[in-house]
């Protein structure tokens, strides 16, 4: 009974980590019924993926399972209970009796039942290893958990900025488009009135179609980062539903300053990274592994007792019946298994060297990855500073390059320069916004600040 219950308190604690991300999606619980006809915040995403995305949902299924492998190897501690039963029937001739005398020692038929409980004492330290390989097992679950959900959720607030962008360009595309066909126009009236030549309207016409594919390359690639998005979600989409899927995002691309030094973020990462962390039990877990390949060269005790009941050895009548309890203890000891505990001990010392090696080797390679993070985001906050009065410039010159082309001191190419260098200033305008804020985004996944718990 004692035994049942500590199992589900430790089966409670396992599944709070799971509450605590459920809680999360309380007040969104039911976000996701009307998810396409309705605006969708950065923040709504990341709480539908909470609940819905594939990946997260199999962790999950992971996590709950390790339920299971908790039980077993915390099972060594707890008492066991075991009912048998037997019955046998022999050749009388194989039954002994003293020479000369008309009984026997037994009979031919005989059964016997009873109910045994098994306590381990002593394992040569398995039990107390057993405990706390259990509560490791638990937290690096857990922790491998909460890993899985730091990297969807990258992943939805990379896509939902791949989204913003793409409607960005179509409209820095559009507005191209749009220009040029002012150009063309105004080209073929000063055509039609003798001023221009025909290669005037040609090549107005000629960079009118070369604007066209990028519009529809746009087009596309906003379409496409909204199936990625809803396939991240975990939603199906209705028969209904075209290619082009209705969603309707309401942030923009976030351009705060986001102020941190590369000391901070890589002290941040060491102390928060949960990969790092489940590395940790690993080495722990390891250690207790050579813990439980010492407990062979030890002994083990146990202790038992029960209840058993048997038919009489003397009578042949099966109903007459011997009962009673019984108590007792037994010690093991290998004194020789052939070395293999010896074995068992090389092995475990190994995997644990191996599971030191693999912590150091994933310290340098965050401290890596937070290092390109941080390059990243660098460069990504030099290049936004750099475009922030680039298209007012852009939109600046084009404005004089008509006003000269119509006083007559400017030429159409320097026109069309004018409208391609505005294209090109909004296009990499937009690109900076998205670099910066996916920069920010894959920085704080870097240093291990989780989405869930900053986002609005």
Same mark, same amino acid.
């Given at each position: 009974?004692?035994?049942?219950?500590?199992?589900?308190?430790?089966?409670?604690?396992?599944?709070?980590?799971?509450?605590?991300?459920?809680?999360?999606?309380?007040?969104?619980?039911?976000?996701?019924?009307?998810?396409?006809?309705?605006?969708?915040?950065?923040?709504?995403?990341?709480?539908?993926?909470?609940?819905?995305?594939?990946?997260?949902?199999?962790?999950? @299924?992971?996590?709950?399972?390790?339920?299971? $492998?908790?039980?077993?190897?915390?099972?060594?501690?707890?008492?066991?209970?075991?009912?048998?039963?037997?019955?046998?029937?022999?050749?009388?001739?194989?039954?002994?009796?003293?020479?000369?005398?008309?009984?026997?020692?037994?009979?031919?038929?005989?059964?016997?039942?009873?109910?045994?409980?098994?306590?381990?004492?002593?394992?040569?330290?398995?039990?107390?290893?057993?405990?706390?390989?259990?509560?490791?097992?638990?937290?690096?679950?857990?922790?491998?958990?909460?890993?899985?959900?730091?990297?969807?959720?990258?992943?939805?607030?990379?896509?939902?900025?791949?989204?913003?962008?793409?409607?960005?360009?179509?409209?820095?595309?559009?507005?191209?488009?749009?220009?040029?066909?002012?150009?063309?126009?105004?080209?073929?009236?000063?055509?039609?009135?003798?001023?221009?030549?025909?290669?005037?309207?040609?090549?107005?016409?000629?960079?009118?179609?070369?604007?066209?594919?990028?519009?529809?390359?746009?087009?596309?690639?906003?379409?496409?980062?909204?199936?990625?998005?809803?396939?991240? $979600?975990?939603?199906?989409?209705?028969?209904?539903? $075209?290619?082009?899927?209705?969603?309707?995002?309401?942030?923009?691309?976030?351009?705060?300053? +986001?102020?941190?030094?590369?000391?901070?973020?890589?002290?941040?990462?060491?102390?928060?990274?949960?990969?790092?962390?489940?590395?940790?039990?690993?080495?722990?877990?390891?250690?207790?592994?050579?813990?439980?390949?010492?407990?062979?060269?030890?002994?083990?005790?146990?202790?038992?007792?029960?209840?058993?009941?048997?038919? @009489?050895?003397?009578?042949?009548?099966?109903?007459?019946?011997?009962?009673?309890?019984?108590?007792?203890?037994?010690?093991?000891?290998?004194?020789?298994?052939?070395?293999?505990?010896?074995?068992?001990? =090389?092995?475990?010392?190994?995997?644990?060297?191996?599971?030191?090696?693999?912590?150091?080797?994933?310290?340098?390679? =965050?401290?890596?990855?937070?290092?390109?993070?941080?390059?990243?985001?660098?460069?990504?906050?030099?290049?936004?500073?750099?475009?922030?009065?680039?298209?007012?410039?852009?939109?600046?010159?084009?404005?004089?390059?008509?006003?000269?082309?119509?006083?007559?001191?400017?030429?159409?190419?320097?026109?069309?320069?004018?409208?391609?260098?505005?294209?090109?200033?909004?296009?990499?305008?937009?690109?900076?916004?998205?670099? +910066?804020?996916?920069?920010?985004?894959?920085?704080?996944?870097?240093?291990?600040?989780?989405?869930?718990?900053?986002?609005?």
């Amino acid at each position: 009974m004692i035994g049942m219950c500590s199992l589900g308190y430790h089966r409670k604690r396992l599944f709070y980590g799971i509450g605590l991300w459920a809680t999360l999606l309380s007040a969104t619980a039911g976000a996701a019924t009307n998810w396409i006809d309705r605006p969708l915040s950065l923040a709504d995403a990341l709480n539908i993926a909470l609940q819905q995305n594939g990946t997260i949902l199999k962790a999950r @299924s992971d996590l709950e399972g390790n339920v299971g $492998l908790v039980a077993q190897t915390r099972a060594i501690v707890y008492p066991k209970a075991a009912i048998a039963g037997q019955y046998q029937r022999i050749q009388e001739s194989s039954i002994d009796s003293p020479a000369g005398a008309t009984f026997m020692f037994g009979t031919d038929q005989s059964w016997t039942t009873e109910i045994r409980l098994v306590q381990s004492l002593y394992e040569g330290g398995r039990m107390a290893s057993a405990l706390r390989s259990a509560k490791l097992s638990q937290q690096q679950a857990l922790l491998q958990y909460q890993t899985v959900i730091a990297d969807t959720l990258l992943a939805v607030r990379t896509n939902y900025y791949d989204i913003l962008l793409a409607a960005q360009q179509i409209g820095v595309r559009e507005a191209s488009v749009k220009l040029l066909q002012q150009e063309l126009d105004d080209q073929k009236r000063r055509f039609d009135a003798g001023t221009v030549p025909r290669f005037n309207v040609l090549r107005a016409e000629v960079a009118l179609a070369n604007a066209r594919p990028q519009l529809s390359r746009a087009r596309n690639a906003f379409r496409i980062a909204k199936n990625n998005l809803v396939n991240l $979600l975990g939603f199906n989409l209705p028969p209904e539903v $075209l290619e082009d899927v209705p969603l309707q995002l309401t942030d923009k691309l976030n351009t705060d300053p +986001y102020p941190i030094e590369l000391p901070t973020a890589i002290r941040q990462a060491f102390a928060n990274r949960t990969e790092l962390a489940s590395l940790r039990k690993e080495e722990a877990l390891r250690k207790e592994d050579i813990v439980t390949a010492r407990a062979g060269y030890l002994p083990s005790l146990q202790a038992f007792g029960g209840y058993g009941l048997r038919s @009489s050895a003397f009578e042949n009548d099966l109903t007459a019946e011997r009962h009673g309890w019984f108590v007792g203890a037994q010690i093991g000891w290998d004194i020789f298994d052939g070395m293999l505990t010896r074995g068992k001990v =090389i092995s475990a010392k190994s995997a644990h060297a191996k599971s030191i090696t693999e912590l150091d080797d994933s310290s340098r390679r =965050i401290e890596l990855e937070v290092r390109t993070a941080y390059s990243q985001f660098l460069e990504a906050r030099e290049v936004l500073e750099s475009q922030a009065k680039v298209q007012e410039e852009a939109e600046e010159s084009l404005r004089l390059a008509n006003a000269r082309a119509d006083a007559g001191t400017a030429t159409q190419l320097d026109v069309l320069d004018a409208e391609t260098s505005l294209t090109e200033a909004r296009t990499n305008q937009s690109l900076a916004q998205r670099d +910066y804020a996916v920069a920010v985004a894959k920085l704080e996944r870097a240093v291990g600040l989780t989405t869930a718990t900053t986002a609005p």
